[in-house]
């Protein structure tokens, strides 16, 4: 096993997530859940006061996290979603938080020519203590061979 930022947490920027980004997402996924798209009605009849963010979008906005906060991989690296371990979602975030991420590499192991890593993630809402998520993320890094030869 060769970890190359082992034990460090890494933290990425700070991120606004707006009504006009959950929409979009809302509108991709075809998830348009009240809690999440009509304002009014969310304040009116949850205890969220308000809109709350969607947890797949919170999920998916960690590859733009990561990519400020990891380290970058070398040119010809491919790098994978290779899938998740343990996702929890803890806390909701309401429109309109900041949210960042906060990546430990746990493990990184060779498959091939390929390197699997293991990151415990953690979803930081902006003024709370508790995350909005915890996960532990698998990520895939792919170094093609090679041509050798013409086919």
């Not at 970890?3 to 991120?15: G, K, M, P």
């Not at 929409?23 to 348009?32: L, R, T």
């Not at 947890?55 to 998916?60: S, T, V």
Request: charged fraction near 20%; include cysteine.
């Amino acid at each position: 096993m060769t970890l190359d930022h082992a034990s460090a947490i890494l933290t990425s920027e700070w991120h606004l997530i707006d009504q006009p980004m959950v929409d979009q997402f809302a509108d991709a996924i075809d998830d348009h859940q009240f809690i999440h798209t009509d304002p009014v009605r969310a304040k009116a009849e949850t205890s969220f006061g308000g809109c709350i963010v969607h947890g797949f979008y919170l999920l998916a906005l960690l590859t733009r996290l990561s990519q400020q906060a990891l380290p970058t991989t070398s040119p010809g690296t491919v790098e994978i979603n290779y899938g998740f371990d343990k996702v929890r979602f803890l806390n909701p975030v309401p429109v309109s938080s900041h949210v960042r991420g906060h990546f430990t590499l746990l493990d990184s192991n060779a498959k091939g020519t390929a390197t699997l890593k293991r990151y415990s993630v953690e979803l930081e809402i902006h003024g709370t203590s508790r995350p909005a998520l915890v996960a532990e993320w698998l990520v895939m890094l792919d170094y093609p061979q090679p041509l050798k030869g013409n086919p």
